[in-house]
Structure formats: structure tokens, C-alpha cells
């Protein structure tokens, strides 16, 4: 009755999220949103016009569209800086406009803004929020191990270990294990403009507090840790796509006949291989990855983005003799619904660019991992996916088709991959314990609640 009770009188206070427009920030920002609406809160979801969110599977939501006026030149140079740098300029002004308008309609009636919660990369809606005097809150999407080597980039240019000299360098970075010069954050760019992003996205300046999509059976130390450069609490509660109701997030349509094509193969079968949102590779790799994944003789299914090979716009550059060579061993998609396919009997391993979204779903569901990191934090993740939690062997140096041939081998009918994924189960057990009453994650959720009320 309490309960209930408390549930009504947070339908009046509403929070504003203001996701990044990407969908590896995209996906944990609405699952944010659905986990604190399940708690009772109005959501709002405040976005750009550009890879706006889809708001069908969100019928409770409020969706605003908020101009970004995104250059196009900007966007296709694909210059990160540049993109957020203009996001963010861009957007303060109708965010600021959109949240007094909010507050003047509330004037006349019960219900409030509690706060803005936005992706650590949109940090013009904490400007925004304290320009009209609303508190802020930044939810960080990538782990807590990034975030501290983030903050150490500055020391590490001056003693000249950033950005490597030598990418392929196995040598320890001082004072930021486990990770080695090859592991420290790739920057596909001049350094110099992420660096400031970075430094931006670090400083959170009037924002009350810092959520984490992670949990404490991985980050525990870590966090505490990175608390102590902040001084307002951290609240860790990911999983988010497993405390949250599920809902669909993918911006891209997900094609969902290949979990019939799952259900036909035997269970621990299947290496899932995807790169993620944004990452992409050229025609050589493409056929190397081709041949390698056919060569092992493994099922597969392969998500290939369309756009994501470059120089075409799906899979035209597959190698001649592949399809054949392949039948039906092999299935390939142009974006899958991966959380349900990680979550699939068949599915023993996945081929992951490492991206935390991805690390955290295949934790999650006790999948062991082949870590192929392309930049920005993906790295950082592989370093601590193989070394320090080793539920991932790494697939280095060029791409080529005997390697992949071998690494899919070993993760899939190896006694190392064997290892792997008893690990990985212990963890997916773990966190099923961190999200139930009594866990880290549940407990971390409860006290966001409160603190959200106390504000
Ligand atoms: N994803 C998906 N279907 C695909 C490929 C990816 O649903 O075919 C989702 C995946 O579940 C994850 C997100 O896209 O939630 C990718 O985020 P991640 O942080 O792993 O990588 P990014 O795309 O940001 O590089």
C-alpha cells in the first residue's frame, strides 16, 4: 500500500534524459529510463533530431526533439571531437528552451522536473540544467576502467606514453595496469581534440551525482577508486539491460528470424561474431574473416552492418565461392537482436569489437569472448576481458584467416575455451545475484531512488 502509494506520488516528478545520439549510448539511457519509470517516474526523453530514438516500445514516455542542426560535412568527416563539440554547442540553447518551457507548465500543477539526466558526452544539458536551476546527474556508458585511464591521459602525454608510439607494444603503461601501451585508448584522430572532449566529459561541475552502467562484481575496486577523485556518490547499476523491462532500442531493425535459425543448431555451437554500431573494416578483412570463420568449420552468424565494409553497401565484396563453400553453416544479418541471441543456447562464443555494451550483454549471458578491439575505449575492455576477468583471448596483429581460423578453434573446442566459459558462467551467475534483493545493483537502485526524492 506504502509502496503504492509513493509509486503515485513519483508519477508526478518527472525526469529529463538526454541520451548521446549513438546507439551504444542510445540503448543504456532507455533502459534507464524504463528501469527508474518501472520505479514510478514520468520519463521525458529530451533527443537530437539526428539517430533519434525510436519511441514505439516507450508508450509511457514523453519523446522531445531537440535541433541539433548537425553540419553534414561534420558528420560524415566521422571527426568524434568535431561531431561532439557541435552536438553540444548546438543543443544547449533548445535544451535550456525546452526545459523552462517544462517548468512554466508545471507552474500550474502538481508535478515538477526532479532532475536532468544525461550521457557524460552531452554535457551542455548539465549547462542547461543549471542555468534554470534544475539539478543534473551524467550517466556514464562506458566501464569505470576507461574512465580511469581517461583521467590519467594528461600524465601519460607528459611522460610520453600517450597517445603509443608503437601500437603493437606489449610493454606495462606505468601506473595504469593491467593495461600496456597497445591496450591505451585509440584515438582514430588527432589526439588533441579528444583530449579536450574527454577533459569535458570528465568534469562534471554542478551534477550531483555519477551512474554507472556496471556492477560491482566487476568495477568494485575500480569504483572506489575513481570515487575518490569525485565528491558526489556514484551509483553502479548495471547491468542496465538486465535491471531494466525490456525494450526495443536498436535504431536499426533487428532481424529476428535468426533465432530460428539458432534454434536448429546444437547448444554451445554457435560463434556470433559483430563489430558493433560503428566500427567497420575494409574488403581485405572482410575476406579474411570470411574464410576464417568458413575454415573452422564452427556455425556462425555474422552481423554485418550495412556500410560497415567499406567501399559497399552490404555484403557484395564477399568472397567468390564463400556462399557455397559456407551452405548453411553459416548466417549472415545486417543487425541482430543481440542480447536474445547472446542469450541463446546455441550461441558458445562471440567475436566482439569489445564496445562495453557489448562486453556487459556478453557477460552477462556466461558467453566467452574472441576480442578484436578497433579504438576509442575497446581496448581498455579487451585488456581487462582477457587478462584480468580472462573470459576473452585476443585476436591481434593483421586480420588473417588462419588466425581467426584458430582463435575460433580455441574459444569454441579448446580446453582454454572451455575455462573461458566456466568463468564466464561464474560471472553471469554473479550478476544474476548483484540484480536480485540483496545485490549490489538492487541495492544501488533503491538508494538512486531515494536520492532522486531527496533532491
Ligand atoms: N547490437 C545489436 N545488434 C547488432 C549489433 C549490435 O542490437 O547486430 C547492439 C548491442 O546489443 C549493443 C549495441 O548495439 O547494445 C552496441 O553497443 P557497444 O557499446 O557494444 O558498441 P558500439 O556500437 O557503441 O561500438
Not at 4 to 26: A, D, K, T, W, Y
Not at 104 to 111: F, H, I, N, P, W
Request: aromatic share 8%; with cysteine; glycine share 6%.
Amino acid at each position: 500500500m506504502r509502496e503504492m502509494e509513493e509509486r503515485g506520488q513519483r508519477s508526478n516528478r518527472r525526469l529529463v534524459l538526454v541520451p548521446c545520439p549513438f546507439q551504444g549510448h542510445i540503448t543504456p539511457m532507455l533502459n534507464l529510463g524504463s528501469l527508474l519509470h518501472s520505479k514510478g517516474f514520468s520519463i521525458v526523453i529530451a533527443h537530437t533530431h539526428f539517430n533519434h530514438p525510436h519511441p514505439f516500445g516507450f508508450p509511457n514516455f514523453t519523446f522531445l526533439s531537440i535541433p541539433d542542426c548537425l553540419p553534414k560535412d561534420v558528420l560524415s568527416s566521422g571527426d568524434a571531437a568535431a561531431i561532439f563539440a557541435s552536438l553540444n554547442t548546438n543543443c544547449e540553447g533548445p535544451l535550456r528552451q525546452v526545459l523552462s518551457d517544462m517548468m512554466a507548465q508545471d507552474g500550474a500543477t502538481e508535478s515538477k522536473i526532479s532532475c536532468v539526466i544525461y550521457d557524460s558526452l552531452m554535457y551542455c544539458a548539465e549547462a542547461a540544467a543549471q542555468y534554470v536551476k534544475l539539478p543534473s546527474m551524467a550517466l556514464r556508458t562506458s566501464s569505470i576502467g576507461t574512465q580511469l585511464i581517461f583521467s590519467e591521459l594528461p600524465r601519460l602525454q607528459k611522460e610520453g606514453y600517450f597517445p603509443a608510439k608503437d601500437h603493437s607494444s606489449k610493454d606495462p603503461v606505468p601506473g595504469a595496469y593491467p593495461l600496456r601501451c597497445k591496450d591505451l585508448p585509440l584515438f582514430t584522430s588527432d589526439p588533441e581534440p579528444m583530449m579536450r572532449l574527454i577533459a569535458t566529459t570528465l568534469d562534471i561541475k554542478t551534477s550531483s551525482a555519477i551512474l554507472w552502467n556496471t556492477v560491482d562484481c566487476l568495477e568494485k575496486q575500480l569504483s572506489d577508486q575513481v570515487q575518490k577523485k569525485y565528491h558526489v556518490p556514484f551509483f553502479s547499476l548495471g547491468p542496465l539491460h538486465k535491471v531494466a523491462p525490456a525494450s526495443p532500442t536498436s535504431i536499426l531493425e533487428e532481424e529476428t528470424e535468426c533465432l530460428s535459425w539458432l534454434d536448429k543448431q546444437a547448444n554451445n555451437s554457435v560463434i556470433y561474431v559483430s563489430l558493433g554500431s560503428l566500427a567497420s573494416m575494409d574488403e581485405r578483412e572482410f575476406a579474411e574473416t570470411a574464410w576464417g570463420l568458413a575454415k573452422s568449420g564452427q556455425p556462425f552468424l555474422w552481423v554485418v552492418r550495412p556500410g560497415s565494409v567499406r567501399g559497399s553497401e552490404w555484403i557484395e565484396l564477399l568472397p567468390e565461392g564463400f556462399k557455397e563453400a559456407i551452405g548453411d553453416t553459416g548466417h549472415v544479418v545486417r543487425w541482430a537482436p543481440q542480447k536474445d541471441v547472446l542469450a541463446h543456447r546455441a550461441v558458445g562464443g562471440f567475436w566482439t569489437h569489445c564496445g562495453w555494451n557489448s562486453t556487459l550483454e556478453s557477460i552477462s549471458e556466461g558467453v566467452p569472448m574472441i576480442c578484436r578491439p578497433c579504438f576509442m575505449d575497446q581496448n581498455v575492455n579487451a585488456r581487462y576481458l582477457c587478462h584480468l576477468w580472462r573470459v576473452g583471448l585476443e585476436l591481434e596483429g593483421d586480420l588473417d584467416q588462419k588466425e581467426i581460423e584458430q582463435a575460433v578453434r580455441r574459444l569454441m573446442a579448446g580446453e582454454e575455451g572451455k575455462e573461458m566459459r566456466l568463468r564466464a558462467a561464474a560471472f553471469k551467475d554473479q550478476i544474476k545475484l548483484s540484480i536480485e534483493k540483496g545485490g549490489s545493483s538492487h541495492a544501488a537502485i533503491e538508494e538512486l531512488v531515494n536520492f532522486i526524492i531527496s533532491l
